[in-house]
DNA sequence: GCCTGAAAATGGTGGCGCGT
DNA sequence: ACGCGCCACCATTTTCAGGC
């Protein structure tokens, strides 16, 4: 590689610009990368970030602080670039059933396998399942770090621990992001943001549990109603059946006493 | 409230140049 | 031949402003 541009000063995590502007990806660029996008990910489907371009601006500014000079075009390029690479190798052994090494093979599988509708192409799916969150004008968000989303009643504390990520309507996207930027290092950079991350996981985690108890409660609930309305059922039939019983019982007793009527006329007439 | 068209967002793909 | 990084373009959906 000729002419190569040394942009980082440090020795590690050093990045080669050729002269056609070309960057390389070092291999541990690349996997924070894979990482920082995963993590970008699970903000994005909470609804921390409103949007894919500012989920790889966050990505790229995070990419900064440890030393990668990488924009988000670039890092979205890359992502593409990986992506198609797996697929291409994945195509291959579907059909030629041999295998050659893909890089991250296992983090893009992991990454792929949480967001399955991102292996394939269906934007309606997409769109419909991690939607637009939020409209600009409700984007409104606060996280606490020691309440998860939606556990906290307390949003006014001044727990230096606690940490606010806040857009209004009267905020802009770069506020917001400047703002973020602020309170995220403040409060001790990429650490917060994988506690958001965990903590949304846990989050999530319970939704879900709570989800399916709800769900099998229903279940069994309809299961009840459809037992009573049988049951319900049963018992207006037992009804119909006692007052047929009764009317046919009334009936045999009517006949009866007609019979008897007319012993009592043939006696009569005989003796 | 509804409709419409422009703009934005997004993922996929083809092609180019370069290196291996 | 193949992989990589990048760019440009396309198709589709969503958002939003404006008009009725």
């Given at each position: 590689?000729?002419?190569?541009?040394?942009?980082?000063?440090?020795?590690?995590n050093?990045?080669?610009i050729?002269e056609?502007?070309?960057?390389e990806?070092?291999?541990?660029?690349?996997?924070?990368l894979?990482k920082?996008?995963?993590?970008?990910?699970?903000m994005?489907?909470?609804?921390?970030?409103?949007?894919?371009?500012?989920?790889?601006e966050?990505?790229?500014?995070?990419m900064?602080?440890?030393?990668?000079y990488?924009?988000?075009?670039?890092?979205e390029?890359?992502?593409?670039?990986?992506?198609r690479?797996?697929?291409?190798?994945?195509d291959?052994?579907d059909?030629?059933?041999?295998?050659?090494?893909?890089?991250?093979?296992?983090?893009?599988?992991?990454?792929?396998?949480k967001?399955?509708q991102e292996?394939?192409?269906?934007?309606?799916?997409l769109?419909?399942?991690l939607g637009?969150?939020?409209k600009?004008d409700?984007f409104?968000?606060q996280m606490n770090l020691?309440?998860?989303?939606?556990f906290?009643?307390?949003?006014?504390?001044?727990?230096?621990?606690?940490v606010?990520?806040?857009?209004?309507?009267?905020?802009?996207?770069?506020?917001?992001?400047?703002?973020?930027?602020?309170?995220v290092?403040?409060s001790?950079s990429?650490?917060?943001?994988e506690?958001?991350?965990?903590?949304?996981k846990?989050v999530?985690?319970q939704?879900?549990?709570?989800?399916?108890?709800?769900?099998q409660?229903?279940?069994?609930?309809?299961k009840?109603?459809?037992y009573?309305?049988?049951?319900?059922?049963?018992e207006?039939?037992?009804?119909?059946?006692?007052?047929?019983?009764?009317e046919?019982?009334?009936?045999?007793?009517k006949q009866m006493k007609?019979?008897?009527n007319?012993?009592?006329k043939l006696l009569?007439?005989?003796?």
């Amino acid at each position: 590689m000729a002419n190569m541009e040394e942009l980082d000063g440090s020795t590690s995590n050093v990045i080669y610009i050729t002269e056609e502007h070309r960057i390389e990806w070092t291999h541990e660029a690349a996997k924070e990368l894979l990482k920082l996008y995963d993590e970008k990910c699970d903000m994005l489907d909470s609804g921390i970030i409103s949007t894919q371009k500012k989920l790889w601006e966050f990505v790229s500014k995070d990419m900064n602080k440890k030393g990668y000079y990488y924009t988000g075009a670039q890092c979205e390029n890359k992502w593409k670039t990986l992506k198609r690479t797996y697929r291409n190798k994945m195509d291959k052994i579907d059909k030629y059933g041999h295998k050659r090494p893909c890089p991250f093979e296992n983090e893009i599988t992991e990454i792929l396998s949480k967001r399955p509708q991102e292996s394939t192409f269906n934007r309606s799916f997409l769109s419909s399942k991690l939607g637009r969150l939020k409209k600009k004008d409700d984007f409104y968000y606060q996280m606490n770090l020691n309440d998860p989303p939606g556990f906290s009643d307390d949003g006014e504390s001044q727990d230096i621990k606690n940490v606010k990520l806040v857009q209004n309507a009267d905020t802009t996207d770069e506020d917001f992001l400047q703002n973020t930027e602020y309170v995220v290092q403040d409060s001790g950079s990429s650490q917060i943001v994988e506690e958001i991350s965990e903590l949304r996981k846990v989050v999530t985690k319970q939704n879900k549990v709570q989800s399916d108890i709800l769900r099998q409660s229903n279940e069994l609930n309809q299961k009840i109603v459809h037992y009573l309305d049988g049951a319900t059922q049963r018992e207006c039939q037992t009804l119909e059946l006692e007052e047929t019983r009764m009317e046919q019982q009334n009936e045999i007793i009517k006949q009866m006493k007609l019979q008897n009527n007319l012993l009592q006329k043939l006696l009569d007439k005989l003796g």
